[in-house]
């Protein structure tokens, strides 16, 4: 089992920034690739961004590309999404997600084996 808790989620005005934090306990978490997921009002989840377990690949969802980054520090169990020029539609609850395949996360998150309990990011106009 991996426990997954999301934290950095806030209120924060247009063109401001946030960086959220996933922390991972249980399994060893090097061995996990890992993703950012979202989930607005009335909308279905939606893929956001995803790192291979050592960090040699990433991938973005078009609409973040530019303006988020995700990273992650395998000795603090931790993987990071830096938030820049934030815009209403961003708005909505962030979950991270774990799972062996850097594939599954980023093309099929139905698969995916592990996932976080969310963290609400509002960002007003």
């Known amino acids: 089992q991996v426990q997954l808790v999301e934290s950095g989620g806030g209120l924060v005005q247009a063109g401001g920034s946030l960086r959220l934090s996933c922390a991972a306990s249980?399994?060893?978490?090097?061995?996990?690739?890992m993703g950012w997921f979202r989930q607005a009002p009335g909308k279905e989840r939606e893929f956001v961004a995803a790192?291979?377990?050592?960090?040699?690949?990433?991938y973005y969802a078009d609409s973040v590309k530019g303006r988020f980054t995700i990273s992650r520090d395998n000795a603090q169990n931790t993987v990071y999404l830096q938030m820049n020029s934030l815009k209403p539609e961003d708005t909505a609850v962030y979950y991270c997600?774990?799972?062996?395949?850097?594939?599954?996360?980023?093309?099929?998150?139905?698969?995916?084996?592990?996932w976080g309990q969310g963290t609400q990011v509002t960002v007003s106009s």
């Open positions: 790192i291979s377990w050592r960090s040699s690949s990433t």
């Open positions: 249980g399994r060893t978490f090097s061995n996990y690739a």
């Open positions: 997600a774990a799972q062996k395949s850097f594939t599954v996360v980023r093309n099929t998150p139905s698969l995916i084996d592990y």
